[in-house]
């Protein structure tokens, strides 16, 4: 598995019944692959896995790795409330032939060290696919210290990645520091994505990346080419959508990004709703201006590219 460039965490795409749709899922997978996307994360919490039963989960990983035919690596993202039904998942991912998984503390429950270390290597055990451990305390209030993940990395071969959400550039150094180049780390948080690469970085687990996969693509590979100049103009456009994806909102900003762009809806499932009044105002207005002057980098300054006038 090579654990490199930009993923996005796919969002779940649902119709007017709020059932799974799955024929845009399979075209949207194509698409985020034609413009630059190195691999498709599935079923995490952009793509709202809370919300889905557990067949849908598989249904949804089944017909993805059909769509998606060998050309990038399809990860599933393994959670549940129990661990005995993320290690199910997890064997149900390997057989419908996912090729790695990105394993998540249990929800709900926030254990102590040797429960959560029980958890998440029951799961690296399950498979013998290669594992992202995925640190989010913010939203999980579980915290993978990087101790506590080259104690994981020494005992299963398997985890090869880490997706770092924590928010703090100095943990993904820190990992880098203690491990080297044993485990790949991925950056989690949309707007930490140049701060991450600095400090070693080698991928990025991306929501905007549903909307705007080449912006994304190309701002990864100005950061790790160390084009200053290009990355931080491009950062300065992307940075007001780029904080969308810290907010407690975050999924139904996003997929209203892609509406806008005519790639999705902003269809959500309970008990998220979709943004209505003054919420939804602000969000369209800051998602228009930016799209309004839509990143061309000419003569080293962002110009406007795409009108949104014909999109109202």
Not at 264 to 284: I, Q
């Amino acid at each position: 598995m090579n654990w490199k460039g930009v993923m996005p965490a796919m969002t779940t795409c649902f119709d007017q019944n709020l059932e799974v749709d799955h024929g845009f899922m399979a075209e949207h997978c194509r698409w985020l692959l034609d413009n630059g996307s190195s691999g498709i994360v599935l079923l995490g919490s952009l793509g709202e896995g809370a919300t889905l039963s557990f067949d849908e989960k598989v249904e949804i990983l089944r017909r993805s790795v059909r769509s998606v035919s060998e050309r990038a690596p399809v990860v599933a993202a393994i959670s549940a409330l129990s661990t005995a039904e993320a290690v199910a998942l997890a064997k149900a991912a390997a057989s419908v032939g996912c090729d790695a998984l990105m394993v998540l503390p249990p929800y709900v429950y926030r254990g102590d060290w040797r429960e959560m270390k029980n958890h998440v290597a029951a799961i690296f055990r399950a498979t013998p696919l290669a594992c992202m451990l995925y640190n989010n305390p913010v939203a999980y209030g579980t915290d993978f210290i990087p101790e506590q993940i080259q104690e994981l990395a020494a005992e299963h071969e398997n985890l090869g990645s880490v997706k770092e959400s924590s928010g703090d550039a100095r943990r993904v150094a820190a990992i880098r520091a203690l491990l080297g180049e044993r485990l790949q780390v991925f950056v989690g948080v949309d707007d930490a994505i140049l701060e991450g690469v600095g400090v070693g970085a080698t991928g990025w687990i991306a929501g905007l990346a549903n909307a705007l996969p080449r912006e994304s693509v190309d701002l990864f590979s100005y950061g790790v080419d160390c084009e200053h100049k290009k990355a931080f103009e491009l950062y300065r456009w992307f940075l007001p959508l780029l904080r969308m994806d810290t907010l407690t909102e975050f999924v139904q900003l996003i997929k209203l990004v892609q509406t806008e762009l005519g790639r999705g809806n902003p269809r959500v499932r309970p008990p998220r709703l979709e943004l209505v009044g003054e919420k939804l105002a602000r969000a369209r207005n800051t998602i228009r201006e930016a799209l309004r002057w839509r990143s061309e980098l000419v003569s080293g300054r962002a110009v406007p590219a795409v009108s949104m006038e014909g999109q109202r």
